[in-house]
């Protein structure tokens, strides 16, 4: 085969490789919006319609493995790894809503870095449901997303090499700590302010009886 033919080959492979890249990147921002809408949808307690999206996402997930057979290269980029850790966040946050339990990675069907990545980033997801349950009166349940956020921290500082083996995991539980601190600071002022408050009308109804 001449130099010339073994190139004009190589260009068309690049050209087929390029549109296999276009495919991997539509298919993961459309999994990122997904997974980003489900979480939206959760937080409104949605739950349906969020496990539909959830589902619409994992079959573009599939559209990616038989891409990635040709090219598994592809399959380790960031964009991939951003996607699968938004969508690991949405289902980690679903099911422990739902079932009160955390699925494992091969359950929801993503690659273990990214399911600790995005496990780390459902603290901030129960952040906001403690602060909408604060809003609402609600101290019990603020209590209880408290305790779920310090259950993923403290277990994830617990991994042996976590920090080595997972990249940008650090980072996240450096966020996560700042994250809880502050939660655990508007609790205990609410718990304070609740407590104060029941004891005010405790002594109140006492006068009154007199």
Avoid: W
């Amino acid at each position: 085969m001449s130099l010339k033919s073994l190139l004009a080959e190589i260009q068309e492979e690049l050209k087929k490789r390029e549109k296999a890249k276009e495919k991997v990147q539509n298919i993961m921002r459309k999994v990122t919006r997904l997974s980003k809408q489900a979480i939206f949808l959760i937080h409104r307690r949605h739950m349906k319609e969020a496990k539909d999206l959830l589902g619409e996402a994992k079959l573009l997930f599939k559209q990616l493995h038989r891409i990635c057979k040709k090219y598994p290269d592809m399959f380790y980029s960031g964009m991939v790894n951003a996607a699968f850790q938004e969508y690991a966040e949405a289902s980690i946050l679903a099911e422990l809503i739902e079932e009160e339990r955390f699925p494992a990675p091969s359950e929801i069907e993503v690659p273990i870095a990214d399911y600790v990545m995005g496990l780390a980033d459902v603290i901030g997801e129960f952040r906001r449901r403690a602060l909408d349950a604060l809003r609402e009166g609600n101290l019990l349940h603020a209590e209880k997303c408290l305790e779920i956020m310090e259950t993923i921290y403290t277990e994830l500082m617990a991994m042996e090499d976590g920090y080595i083996l997972v990249p940008g995991l650090r980072r996240k539980c450096d966020v996560a700590r700042r994250i809880i601190e502050t939660t655990r600071g508007e609790v205990t002022v609410e718990a304070r302010r609740s407590s104060l408050e029941k004891a005010i009308k405790s002594l109140e109804k006492k006068l009154k009886g007199k």
